[in-house]
Structures are given as C-alpha cells and as structure tokens.
C-alpha cells in the first residue's frame, strides 16, 4: 500500500505537555497505520495515551513533532479554520458522555454538523437526519431533548450524529464506558454495521469483552503504542 492510501498514517509522533511538575510524555515516537475498513481497538491503562493518540487522529490536537496523515491531509499543515472543516466531513467522533448538546432535541443535534458543513442543501437535511436516527432505532425520539433519553439512547444519537455527513472515518474514546452492558452490547453492533458498511472505526475501549471482537487491538502503554494485531487487510 502506497502512503496516501492509509486512512490513518502516523510517523515518529510525540506529544509533550509541560505540566507544573515537568514535561510529560504522552505520546512517544508512536507509528501507526491503518487501512481503509480496518476496525481498530485501543487498549491501556488510565492515563497512557490513549485520547491524546485519538486527539491526534483527529485534529482536536497537534503533535509535538512527527507526522500525522489522516485521509489524504497532512494535518500539521492545516490551520484552525481548514482543520475545523476537514473535521467535520471527514471524522465522526463519539465520545464516553455523549456530548449531545442539551438544550436541542435530537434531530437538531444530528443536524449540527450538516449546517457546519453543508454537504446537504437545507431542505435534505431533515430527512436524513430522520434516516440515520431510524438506523440507530432512533426515529421515534426524534424530537425529544437528549437528557429524556437512556444512556444507550444518547450514545446512539451520538452515533447519528457522528455520521450526519457520511465521513469515512469514525473514532469512539471509550464509547461504551458509561453504558450498561446490554446498551453497550446494542452498540458495539452498530459499529461493526459500519464497519461492515465500509467505514474505518477506532475506538479506544476498556471493555476486555469488547475488544475481544474487535481485529486489530493496539496497546498504548506509557505513550508507546504496541501493535499486536492482525488484520484482514
Ligand atoms: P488516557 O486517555 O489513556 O487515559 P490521556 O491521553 O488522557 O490518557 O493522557 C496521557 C497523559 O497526558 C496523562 O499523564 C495526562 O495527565 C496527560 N495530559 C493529557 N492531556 C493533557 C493536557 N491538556 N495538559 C497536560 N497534560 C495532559
Ligand atoms: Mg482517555
């Protein structure tokens, strides 16, 4: 595979913060590729890592040295403005507390990032919100305010919303660590759905159960990312 075929290509990233009690290494020289359909667990313990490393992916934050390639984007080379958009259509991202923003229902929620982006015109973006609300079991909620709905609800809007502008890559940071394990279970299968619909999906997990489904599992470890798997690619 040639480099601009990776989704995600990582080379030599480091992330250092300075803290009060001295730099700290939370990425260290960390090299990573993964293929298009790859589905990609991370594993490690609290602290190591792991939602700097996705951080990275994402664009939410920059590395300290090394290079981050993400869907055909240098991400260094990028200014807020233009990262902000390359975000938005080509990264969902779901996070442990769902982040749904309270004070709108869920529609308007899966909507945000349409509006952001514009992919859809206007009057189309009801309708698919609706459609990728009805993929999540969703559609009867609709027009409710996020915080009437069970954590499984929630995290499933997330999941809609993460979608909203059919990005090719989805990243979950401990999706299903605020979930029982049956809503967590009704989860996991909508991300082998996509997966199986051909998204790229990493998703950082602490689920030992979980991630024993998932191909590929990396462990980050102390800032270093320790790659034990195997894929179908
Ligand atoms: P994990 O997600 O594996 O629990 P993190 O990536 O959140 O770990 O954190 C890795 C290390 O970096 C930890 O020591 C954490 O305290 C530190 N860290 C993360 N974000 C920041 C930040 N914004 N400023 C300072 N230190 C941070
Ligand atoms: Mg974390």
Redesign the pocket.
């Known amino acids: 595979m040639t480099n601009s075929e990776w989704v995600i290509d990582l080379k030599n990233v480091d992330k250092t ?1 300075v ?1 009060p009690a001295g730099p ?1 290494h ?1 990425l260290r020289s960390v090299n990573l590729q993964v293929a298009p359909g790859e589905f990609v667990g991370v594993m ?10 996705l951080n990275m992916i994402t664009g939410i934050d920059r590395p300290t040295n090394g290079d981050v390639r993400v869907i055909g984007a240098q991400l260094n080379d990028l200014s807020e403005n233009t990262l902000a958009r390359w975000r938005g259509k080509n990264v969902g991202v779901i996070f442990q507390f769902f982040q749904l923003l309270p004070t709108l229902t869920i529609i308007e929620n899966v909507m945000l990032p349409m509006d952001f982006c514009r992919v859809w015109k206007p009057r189309e973006r009801p309708e698919r919100a609706i459609h990728l609300l009805d993929q999540v079991g969703l559609a009867d909620q609709a027009h409710k305010l996020p915080n009437t709905l069970s954590g499984g609800q929630q995290q499933r809007a997330a999941i809609a919303r993460a979608l909203a502008n059919d990005p090719p890559l989805v990243m979950g940071d401990e999706p299903t660590g605020n979930l029982d394990s049956k809503a967590a279970d009704k989860v996991f299968n909508l991300f082998e759905a996509l997966v199986n619909q051909g998204k790229t999906f990493m998703m ?1 997990t602490h689920n030992v159960d979980l991630a024993s489904r998932v191909p590929r599992v990396v462990d ?1 470890l102390d800032g270093e990312l320790f790659d034990n798997g195997t894929s179908k690619t």
């Open positions: 913060f803290g700290i939370a490690g313990p609290s602290g190591s890592g792991k939602s700097t490393l950082v980050v």
